[in-house]
Every structure is written in structure tokens, then in C-alpha cells.
């Protein structure tokens, strides 16, 4: 069965840091690209971040550059988000996704809000 598991969210204050991790379980992590997207209600999921399976190329929204940076251990099958100088338009649902060819997998997502 595939499984993406987040975690790491929460409440932090504007200009605190949050890491959020996805474990992966079902399928063959390495050979995955991984992607971070965020939602808020009534808008479209939007991608945040993107790792390429190899982990030696991350792409970044125009919105986080500088601000968040995203990795992977393909020895433990997770990816993670680290996201620093946080604001309360970065307040969203967090969802993890691994995608390779027409196969793409979806977690469950963990809530980021970002608020004083």
C-alpha cells in the first residue's frame, strides 16, 4: 500500500521556521520526483517546491526562494521542507506528492498557520 505521511506543522509566529517531513512506504522512493504543494480554501494547489529523484536538483515557487528549501534522505524514504522567515500568506495545508511518469501519489497534508 503507498502511504505519504507529513508532519512538522503547526502555529508559529511570522518570521518563525517549521519543518515539515514526508515518509514514504508502498513504492520505490528513489526513483520518485517529490513535490511539496500548499492549498488555502477556495483556491488551487499550488506547488511549492520540487526535488528530481536523484535529490541534485530542487526548483522553488517564486514566492519561498530564499525562504524555504526542500531535501531528501532516499535512505530513510522521506523528504523534507524546511521553511524559514515564515508569513501569514505562506498559511495552508501542506501536502506532499511523488510523481513518475502517469503514476503520482498524494498525502494526506498537515496544516501550516502562520499567525501572531
Known amino acids: 500500500e503507498v502511504q505519504l505521511v507529513e508532519s512538522g506543522g503547526g502555529l508559529v509566529q511570522p518570521g518563525g521556521s517549521l519543518r515539515l517531513s514526508c515518509a514514504a512506504s508502498?513504492?520505490?522512493?528513489?526513483?520518485?520526483?517529490m513535490g511539496w504543494y500548499r492549498q488555502v480554501p477556495g483556491k488551487e494547489r499550488e506547488l511549492v517546491a520540487h526535488?528530481?529523484?536523484?535529490?541534485?536538483?530542487?526548483n522553488y515557487a517564486d514566492s519561498v526562494k530564499g525562504r524555504f528549501t526542500m531535501s531528501r534522505d532516499n535512505a530513510k524514504n522521506t523528504v523534507y521542507l524546511q521553511m524559514n522567515s515564515l508569513k501569514p500568506a505562506d498559511t495552508a495545508v501542506y501536502y506532499c506528492?511523488?510523481?513518475?511518469?502517469?503514476?503520482?501519489?498524494w498525502g494526506q497534508g498537515t496544516q501550516v498557520t502562520v499567525s501572531s
Open positions: 506528492n511523488a510523481f513518475r511518469g502517469i503514476f503520482s501519489f
Open positions: 508502498g513504492f520505490t522512493f528513489s526513483s520518485y520526483h
Open positions: 526535488i528530481f529523484s536523484g535529490g541534485g536538483s530542487t
